[in-house]
């Protein structure tokens, strides 16, 4: 599914969050938004996501506007993951991830057990959430989103408590979703995964795009400096790229 | 409770429920000589059987109201009374018997109730605001609810009338007996129009476990669904409280009771509320009648004699959650 923004201006309060963003968000790949806190990064997924109406501007989804999809229609074409991560009931981890079959009001069993088996999970199953550790839970919140098998997948910091094998783990997941034809949405800090694993780079700046495109050209010192205040490192070793922050900018 | 057991708590209310329902038939001040059927049917289908009827139909919507609003706010200790749904009930009652309509027309009171309830529910609904959360709905409630008690207080202190300022007070403790089948027929639809609306929110209860945001993505209209909640319990709280008076602590205690043997899931926990309530409901009146059949201890008394332990409980048990 390919999400456009055009000119898209969003407002909360009197604080405009999002200004003249012009994005396109390609089919089939993994979209890496990144900036410094108070961007926009959140404002802009979650506008993607439909849980925000622009002020100002169009926001389509193949073409269609996002505004004409019915509310069921895009609980089955875009799976919203939020930075939040309450799960307001102690509930068995299996019983979270089955809350992802509700637009399709099926309870998939295949589907739960594909979702919690990706997710490294499968043991904690018949465990309530509140009982597991941050992460065991976060990846618990990413499998619910899978288990909505929706083509347009929107995760906000879905790495944020992770340790670092189930965070290449989850990335390796989203290019291979992204190769079956799934597109990928992430909101994330860690620059040198988004440099490895994405597709597709979104700088935001103070709710503006300061740069988008393929991360070899976003990625680097004259784009990032400015826009996070930090010196940065950019860097290949052993074939991997490295994007490291190395000292406040004066 | 182990997953294994599951599938047989509602089933097993259901059995429950049924067996305390016939109980309440079968129990009363006076025996039931079947061998004179005409009597015996006198007594158990004018005396009895509305009797039973509305403890099931009352406790099932203050258990299921109970279960739905505390689904709703994500918190357990949400209960029917939050919303101020019971207190317009209770107002319009009141107002009934202070001028008199509930002496010169049968229906009068419980007309009362209703019409006090369904106005609470649009002032309540009017304050929360078309796109307020939880937050606002609860703050208008309160309000209203606060609003209804010092009317309450203020019909009786300018009650000049003390017979009827003392059948305000016994009222308002909340009773199923001295019942005739005209209010059965007077409450039972609106509950269970109610009890019908709110049954139906499971799948929408369950998608806000995780949060609004995450409802929203799996299709859920919020604003749709506070409407429903509220007029849900709106039908089945305000009729309820309008033939029985308040029965407090039972749209509290039953889910919080009942939530861990479903799982902690919202959409289990409403029909296992609904039995849960009616059961409890038919439980404590049986009692009653059995340790006072002269009508000493009314209901409402009883459910809040054993409900405020158990309230007192759960702060205590929360707070032991909540510490450091």
Known sequence: MMARFEDVRLALGDRAVLDAVDITVPKGKVTAVVGPNGAGKSTLLRACAALLVPQHGRITLDGRLLAAYARAEIARAIAYLPQERAVHWPLAARAVVALGRLPHDDANAEAIARALAAMDIAHLADRPVSQLSGGERARVLVARALAQEAPLIIADEPTAGLDPAHALALFTLFQRLATEGRTIVVALHDLSLAARFADHIVLLANGRISATGPPGDVLTPQHLQPAFGVTMLCTIVNSLPIVAPVSTLP | ?324
Do not use: C, K
Not at chain 2, 67 to 95: D, F, K, T
Not at chain 2, 228 to 252: E, M, N, Y
């Open chain 2, 1 to 324: 409770m182990s997953s294994a057991a599951q599938p047989y708590v509602i089933p097993g209310l259901a059995v429950l429920t049924l067996v305390l329902a016939l109980a309440s038939l079968a129990v009363g001040p006076t025996g039931v000589n079947f061998s004179d059927t005409g009597q015996a049917w006198l007594i158990l289908s004018e005396i009895r059987l509305p009797r039973t009827l509305l403890g099931v139909l009352v406790g099932a919507a203050l258990g299921l109201s109970g279960a739905a609003l505390q689904g709703y706010l994500r918190n357990p200790l949400a209960e029917p009374g939050i919303i101020g749904i019971s207190g317009g009930a209770a107002l319009g009652a009141v107002l009934a018997i202070h001028s008199g309509l509930a002496a010169s027309l049968a229906v009068g009171l419980p007309l009362g109730g209703l019409v006090g309830a369904a106005g609470a529910m649009a002032v309540v609904l009017w304050l929360a605001g078309e796109r307020g959360g939880p937050i606002t709905l609860i703050l208008a409630g309160v309000a209203v609810a606060s609003l209804t008690t010092a009317l309450i207080a203020l019909v009786l202190t300018l009650s000049q009338n003390p017979f009827a300022a003392v059948e305000i007070v016994y009222w308002l403790m909340g009773s199923l007996s001295d019942r005739s089948m005209t209010h059965v027929w007077l409450a039972a639809p609106p509950i269970l129009i109610g009890l019908a609306v709110l049954a139906r929110l499971g799948r929408d209860l369950d998608a806000l476990t995780l949060g609004e945001e995450v409802a929203a993505n799996l299709g859920t209209s919020l604003p749709h669904l506070r409407l429903l909640v509220v007029a849900g319990t709106a039908l089945a709280v305000g009729a309820a409280t309008a033939v029985s008076g308040t029965i407090g602590f039972v749209g509290l205690i039953v889910p919080h009771i009942l939530r861990p043997l479903v799982g902690h899931v919202p959409s289990r926990l409403l029909p296992a509320s609904a039995l849960g309530g009616a059961a409890l409901v038919l439980a404590s009146d049986l009692v009653l009648r059995i340790v006072s059949p002269g009508g000493g201890i009314r209901l409402g008394v009883l459910t809040a004699l054993i409900g405020t332990p158990f309230f007192v409980w759960l702060v205590v048990s929360t707070r032991r959650e909540l510490a450091p």
